[in-house]
């Protein structure tokens, strides 16, 4: 009896032996499986922190659950909020306020940047004389839980206004910009699609007030005013900006800084190529 059991306990132990030796050898023939449960891990981590920038930039490849209305009457502009169940979406706070107002004319000459305050029922409004043209609305907001991007809206205002055509921008040549007594350079490496890109916007001796929770704001959008971006400063002391254009083009940008009580908006025409 004890010379079975004594047979049965080394076969164990040989049996486990033998599958630990299987084990360690597959792990040496195949040491691929570890690096690729770390490469996918690594792609993951991309991924998640490609997502924040985008959304950062107000930014998302998904599809809006939110679809704003904007009207204007008698000097005064009114957006309406609903999300895709006709309900009122709840909006987070971004850099001091609920809601971005970005109004440009469709040949992109004229800009404004404006803050509606909330009413009731999903309503925003702003007093704001807007002079007779056709302009294209971006309504930048977070709402909380829902996916959500900054389309252009279309607002004729009045009975002569441009048509909505492509623009033809002319490219700077110069990307030196004086406005009311203040001189703001942007610099730039290179302006190539599908890479990052470091906007650096050198003040000049000078150093702009936070404005709306940080040290600048800089809109982007490409030449036909359909492609929205929205960055800002990569640090508080810093007035340098990351972006990213995925097509080769021509893109008017926004750069706004406050100097005491003014808020300064340097407009810089840039081409972007492959």
Known sequence: MKRGILIWAVSAIVYLGL????????ATVNPKNNEQTKHVDHD????????????????????????????????????????????????????????????????LKK?????????????YSLKHNLPDNAYKIFVDIKPKGLNYTANPI??????????????????????????????????????????????????????????????GHVVILDEDGEKYIHVHPVADDKTVFKTQFNKPGVYKIWAEFKFGERVNVYPFVIEVKE
């Open 111 to 123: 800009y404004y940047h404006l803050h509606p305050e909330k009413k009731n029922n999903g309503l």
């Open 154 to 215: 279309k607002l004729n205002v009045g009975k002569i206004h441009q048509k909505h055509n492509r623009n033809d921008l002319d490219v700077d040549l110069e990307l030196t910009k004086t406005i009311k007594g203040q001189t703001v350079e942007l610099i730039s490496q290179s302006f190539e699609a599908n890479k990052e890109i470091t906007l650096n916007f050198n003040v000049k001796d000078a150093k702009p007030d936070p404005y709306l929770g940080a040290l």
């Open 19 to 26: 599958v630990i030796a299987g084990y360690s050898l597959f």
């Open 44 to 107: 993951q981590a991309k991924m998640d922190n490609q997502e924040g920038h985008q959304a950062h930039e107000g930014r998302t490849n998904k599809a809006s659950d939110v679809t704003p209305k904007v009207s204007y009457a008698n000097g005064e502009i009114t957006i309406e909020l609903k999300d895709k169940n006709k309900h009122v979406p709840e909006l987070e706070v971004s850099h001091e306020k609920q809601m971005h107002l970005i109004v440009v004319s469709s040949d």
